[in-house]
């Protein structure tokens, strides 16, 4: 029985990590109902076991996608990536804060919720024609920063994902940047916003979920490690057109049932 579930954590990490390195995600959006819906987790510990495992594809992902979109370019960018990071720090500390104060009933209603926003976003946000334009310049595009990354790292926390699905196309339609390299970029803002949400975790008595869980959570990371290498390998294969209402399709349908979940 231990071995079957090992396995299924690696197959689910395979194949999220895939999702994750394809699209500069995290992919803890997709691992989250399978951690609820076929493995059984409650709400906080489902949320804990993905942030734990996203901070594996996340680090894992922005080298294995270096062969398209070289560390220099994103390096380049290093103003707007503080720029997201002075409000994404702080609102991951806030936002998990917050999940651990919430009945475990209304947090699958919010991680339901957020699911779908999250699934919009994937269709309507990511605009790879929107590259190059921005909106708002000079102050008022760093406030704009700032308050874009604190919503994130709100969301980002209480779903216990790296909030790439929402870094995106802040990159692309507030910085005007290109699709490709705002994944990158994504995935550069997500991990000590990652680290910060997971560090106000670990106050809380339901972190001991990783503890009861070492074996599962490392079938999990490796599988995810695996799928990140083939998600980078893909990238600009899978044209997002397909892609993208197809993952947003699977998100509505994960919200549902967390919505039901009892």
């Keep these: 029985m231990i071995e079957r579930r090992g396995l299924g954590a690696f197959a689910v990490g395979t194949g999220v990590g895939s999702l994750g390195g394809l699209i500069g995600l995290g992919g803890a959006e997709f691992r989250l109902p399978f951690l609820i819906g076929l493995f059984r987790f409650a709400a906080l510990e489902a949320v804990i076991l993905n942030k734990a495992s996203g901070l594996v594809v996340v680090a894992a992902a922005l080298p294995f996608r270096a062969t398209t979109v070289p560390l220099a370019s994103v390096a380049a960018q290093w103003p707007i990536i503080l720029n997201l990071l002075a409000g994404s720090l702080l609102g991951a500390w806030f936002g998990a804060g917050w999940a651990t104060r919430l009945q475990s009933a209304t947090l699958y209603k919010v991680i339901a919720a957020l699911l779908i926003l999250i699934a919009i976003v994937l269709v309507f946000g990511h605009d ?135």
């Design 128 to 262: 790879p024609d929107a590259a190059g334009l921005q909106f708002v310049t000079g102050a008022a595009l760093i406030v704009a920063g700032i308050i874009a990354g604190f919503a994130i790292g709100v969301v980002a926390s209480l779903l216990g994902v790296a909030g790439g699905e929402l870094l995106v196309p802040t990159f692309v339609l507030l910085f005007g940047a290109d699709i490709k390299l705002a994944g990158s970029l994504s995935l550069a803002v997500s991990l000590p916003t990652m680290l910060v949400g997971f560090t106000r975790y670990s106050r809380d008595q339901s972190f001991s979920v990783i503890g009861r869980n070492k074996a599962f959570l490392l079938a999990m990371a490796a599988g995810s490690i695996v799928g990140t290498y083939l998600g980078g390998q893909l990238l600009g294969v899978v044209p997002e057109q397909i892609l993208l209402p197809l993952l947003a399709a699977i998100l509505v349908i994960s919200a549902y049932k967390i919505w039901r979940h009892e």
